[in-house]
């Protein structure tokens, strides 16, 4: 496991590595509870948002600690759950369904944009600050 996640290159060890998974699921839980709660006001079941929360936090997390061998976190983003819920489906109108195709079609674009690196040519155009 030390060869695997190159814990000596980083100068960590196991226990520092476990105690930090530790605070960040201590610091990320809330969205287990937070984020069933804003999208269920939409009309989507809130077992299903649970699940799925879990589910896609789970599948993220494996895929940065095991391929790309980063120690970091991901999960659903709050700013854009509320935006989903509170903006697009209760103030403009739309079906959750609506708003889940909408948001499935802007992740086939990304990727499409991110396969053809279209981002990397757009990052290149833009000066640094």
């Not at 201590?26 to 006001?41: C, D, E, K």
């Not at 929360?53 to 709050?78: D, E, K, Y």
């Not at 079609?105 to 990397?120: A, N, P, R, T």
Request: aromatic share 12%; net charge positive; proline share 3%.
């Amino acid at each position: 496991m030390t060869d695997f996640f190159k814990l000596k290159e980083r100068h960590s060890n196991i226990r520092t590595e476990v105690l930090a998974g530790v605070t960040t699921f201590s610091t990320m839980v809330y969205i287990l509870a937070v984020n069933p709660a804003v999208l269920s006001r939409t009309g989507m079941p809130a077992d299903a948002v649970f699940s799925a929360t879990v589910l896609a936090s789970i599948i993220a997390m494996l895929i940065m600690g095991l391929w790309a061998n980063l120690p970091l976190a991901l999960s659903a983003g709050m700013g854009l759950n509320a935006f989903f819920a509170y903006t697009v489906c209760a103030a403009m109108g739309y079906s959750y369904q609506m708003a889940l195709t909408a948001v499935f079609c802007e992740g086939i674009v990304f990727i499409l944009l991110s396969l053809l690196k279209c981002v990397k040519k757009l990052f290149r155009r833009f000066p640094l600050f």
